[in-house]
């Protein structure tokens, strides 16, 4: 088993609803054990125009494939309602592969770590509160340098 930190994001019917949603049916996947989530956050979206998304992070031990779970996440995103329209555009759901171990995964469909991550307040906080402090990305950032030059900024910390 791998520990995969999973960004789970929702700015469309009901924010809130679609990332528990997702967390049941991320500990329902086989070959896997949910390990924690994050609280939420609500953050503007990247994009003028669209409303306010509301993310989280989620920590899984798996054995499954990087691909096979890419699948299964998307998976959950589909029987969730999400439409694939627009790039960047609004949705239900988006989960997404943020760090799968210590690998470095450079496939057409997958890169990993999860390129942008470090310039992602609406990624960062939420996995800081889930992974180790002293932890180290396959690519030898550290999660520690990266919120250090990614201010908590646009960020509201949910109850």
């Known amino acids: 088993m791998e520990r995969i930190y999973i960004g789970m994001g929702s700015n469309l019917a009901a924010?809130?609803?679609?990332?528990r949603s997702a967390t049941e049916a991320l500990a329902q996947l086989p070959e896997s054990r949910l390990h924690g989530v994050s609280a939420f956050y609500q953050s503007?979206?990247?994009?003028?125009g669209q409303p306010r998304y509301?993310?989280?992070v989620a920590a899984l031990d798996s054995a499954l494939a990087p691909l096979a779970l890419l699948d299964a996440l998307q998976a959950i995103e589909n029987q969730q309602g999400r439409e694939r329209n627009e790039r960047w555009g609004p949705r239900t759901l988006d989960l997404d592969i943020l760090l799968f171990g210590d690998r470095l995964i450079d496939e057409p469909?997958?890169?990993v770590?999860?390129?942008h991550m470090q310039a992602r307040p609406f990624v960062l906080y939420p996995l800081a509160e889930?992974?180790?402090a002293d932890l180290q990305l396959a690519d030898?950032?550290?999660?520690?340098?990266?919120?250090?030059?990614c201010p908590f900024v646009g960020l509201e910390r949910l109850a």
């Not at 030898?140 to 030059?149: I, Q, V």
């Open 54 to 56: 509301t993310n989280a």
């Open 109 to 111: 469909r997958l890169k």
């Open 15 to 19: 924010p809130d609803a679609q990332l």
């Open 44 to 48: 503007d979206s990247l994009l003028p």
């Open 130 to 132: 889930l992974a180790p």
């Open 113 to 115: 770590p999860h390129y």
């Open 140 to 149: 030898g950032r550290t999660l520690h340098e990266l919120l250090a030059a």
